[in-house]
């Protein structure tokens, strides 16, 4: 029971089975005589693939003739929307057909596939923005590793959870607010399970050791802590922006494809206002404050140089002294610090290339090239840190004689103790052991850093050397990070502008005074009274000089 047509063929089919053998019947289904019974199937030939394979649309289950003449007439007629002459055209009809029969998704309209094909879009409207970020980010083979892990946490974390099954074409502003929304609303609530996390444990160290009422309490707030959730980062303002900044590039892309019409909703998402956090130094008062609230000024701390040679001196004759000092006088970023190699280091003229890091992602660690082509450069060494990589060189040989087979040759100028690569994360993590060791203000490995730069400035550096040195790529990120530093500094400026003007002593302080006087209602100078008893009682009117 088949209809042939040119280039297809529809079909009745019906799913009885001889109950002799269990077979299907197939087209000798006794009851196929009567036209209600099975139901009608759509059978057409598609252009190949591109690799050669065979391909067909097929499609059943539809209730009369008709209606399967009529998803006959309509695969006909997209199949003939390209030129003969257009091949590629042939195939990506074909393949929007065959991407339909397995979805099961209705035919897409006629004259919009004809709209889409002339204008090179992509012929499946149904995409979703899910399916697109993976086209997308797969795409990005050319991506620094790290690149490529932060743009797949924010698909993986936050756009595919959020907006994955809304259609591509269909994105719009108030799905990405949505998304935003949902994600500030989920820090308020990390923030509650957090505070209160940290107040069960608080609770927890206020119970004595001693006594069995003690301890069964103590077993049970246990009890308590182990079922709260963890402790969670929130997604905090800096992250959102980058989330924005992800969803913008990949819908730029679609854009450039002609997989969507010229519009970016991304553009137009308003999110709330972030400012980087600026370096500020740990002063006396800051110091006192943080003991007495334990909450740090700013998440960027810097050392006083006073802090900072304290800390040098407290890792003086530690394996690791000249990389904590290259840290702190030449601003290396961390993975710069523990990547150097000994044919990066020039002795004879007192200069480290920095070519090479080595990047923590996760917890595995690779070899990469500095984070900006600005960071490949070469740093100038003072006459000390030079000589303290000579000596370091010679140490590092025994090293190498001691351990024997056992040692890793890697080249690096900073290794652990049996020549293997140093881990990133646990730099971090003994930097934060030596600054309590030293008693000082808490800094992150990377405010040594910060600090580098603080010394420079301070010695009157100027910001655009300052700038390559550390390796960023504009002066203006220099002035920007540093700001509030600058900004001390340019007091300190206006005060030595002040003091090299000789001027007589006191002559500028009584003047300011006798302004003061002239300009300020004199309230305690108010008649006494003269009386012979002389009491010196004040009248109640105020008298101005």
């Given amino acids: 029971m088949a209809s042939t047509n040119s280039g297809g063929t529809v079909t009745r089919r019906c799913s009885c089975r001889n109950p002799e053998t269990g077979k299907n019947y197939g087209n000798s289904c006794p009851k196929l005589k009567n036209r209600r019974h099975g139901t009608w199937l759509v059978r057409h030939e598609l252009t190949n693939r591109p690799n050669g394979t065979r391909r067909e649309f097929r499609r059943s289950g539809f209730e009369s003739s008709t209606d399967a003449k009529e998803e006959m007439s309509k695969v006909r007629a997209?199949?003939?929307?390209?030129?003969?002459?257009?091949?590629?055209?042939?195939?990506a009809i074909s393949d929007m057909l065959e991407d339909c029969?397995?979805?099961?998704?209705p035919l897409p309209d006629y004259e919009e596939t004809r709209r889409r094909l002339a204008a090179g879009q992509a012929l499946n409207p149904r995409m979703t923005v899910g399916e697109w970020l993976d086209i997308w980010l797969a795409g990005k083979k050319r991506l620094r590793k790290g690149g490529h892990s932060r743009y797949e946490t924010d698909i993986r974390v936050h756009l595919k959870p959020h907006l994955g099954e809304v259609r591509l074409d269909k994105l719009s502003v108030p799905h990405l607010d949505r998304m935003f929304d949902a994600i500030n609303e989920k820090n308020i609530e990390i923030q509650e399970q957090n505070d209160q996390r940290r107040a069960a444990l608080k609770e927890?160290?206020?119970?004595?050791?001693?006594?069995?009422?003690?301890?069964?309490r103590r077993k049970w707030m246990k009890t308590v802590i182990a079922q709260m959730p963890p402790y969670l980062r929130v997604t905090s303002i800096s992250t959102q922006y980058?989330?924005?900044?992800?969803?913008?590039?990949?819908?730029?892309?679609?854009?450039?494809?002609?997989?969507?019409?010229?519009?970016?909703?991304?553009?137009?998402v308003e999110l709330q206002p972030g400012t980087k956090p600026k370096a500020l130094i740990w002063?006396?008062?800051?110091?006192?404050?943080?003991?007495?609230?334990?909450?740090?000024?700013?998440?960027?701390?810097?050392?006083?140089?006073?802090?900072?040679?304290?800390?040098?001196?407290?890792?003086?004759g530690t394996p690791l002294e000249m990389m904590w000092r290259l840290i702190a006088f030449r601003g290396l970023r961390r993975g710069e610090a523990c990547g150097p190699r000994w044919v990066d280091h020039d002795y004879r003229n007192a200069s480290l290339d920095i070519a090479t890091q080595l990047v923590q992602d996760g917890w595995e660690v690779f070899e990469g090239v500095p984070k900006t082509n600005s960071g490949i450069r070469t740093v100038a060494l003072d006459a000390e840190t030079n000589e303290g990589l000579k000596l370091h060189k010679e140490h590092q040989t025994a090293m190498r004689r001691d351990w024997g087979t056992a040692w890793q040759e890697t080249g690096r100028i900073?290794?652990?103790?049996?020549?293997?690569?140093?881990?990133?994360g646990k730099v971090s993590d003994l930097f934060d052991r030596l600054v309590v060791e030293a008693e000082l203000p808490p800094i992150r490995l990377h405010d040594l850093r910060h600090g580098a730069a603080t010394l420079m400035l301070a010695a009157g550096v100027d910001i655009?050397?300052?700038?390559?040195?550390?390796?960023?790529?504009?002066?203006?990120?220099?002035?920007?990070?540093?700001?509030s530093v600058l900004d001390d500094l340019a007091r300190a400026a206006a005060e030595a502008v002040v003091k090299?003007?000789?001027?007589?002593?006191?002559?500028v302080l009584s003047a300011i005074e006798q302004r003061t006087q002239q300009a300020v209602p004199q309230i305690d100078a108010v008649p006494r009274c003269t009386c012979i008893c002389t009491c010196g009682a004040a009248t109640q009117v105020p008298v101005t000089a």
């Fill in 78 to 91: 997209l199949l003939a929307i390209p030129d003969q002459d257009d091949p590629a055209g042939h195939v």
């Fill in 101 to 105: 029969a397995k979805k099961k998704e």
């Fill in 204 to 216: 927890l160290q206020k119970i004595p050791w001693k006594g069995v009422e003690n301890r069964t």
């Fill in 242 to 268: 980058h989330i924005k900044a992800t969803i913008r590039a990949a819908l730029n892309t679609a854009i450039a494809q002609r997989v969507i019409p010229n519009y970016n909703p991304a553009e137009h």
């Fill in 283 to 316: 002063t006396a008062e800051r110091i006192a404050r943080w003991r007495e609230t334990g909450i740090k000024p700013s998440p960027v701390m810097v050392w006083t140089p006073e802090q900072t040679g304290q800390f040098l001196d407290h890792i003086t």
């Fill in 414 to 424: 900073f290794t652990a103790e049996d020549g293997s690569l140093l881990h990133p």
């Fill in 464 to 483: 655009k050397v300052v700038s390559d040195t550390l390796g960023h790529s504009d002066s203006r990120i220099t002035r920007d990070v540093y700001q």
């Fill in 500 to 507: 090299l003007v000789p001027r007589a002593p006191g002559v």
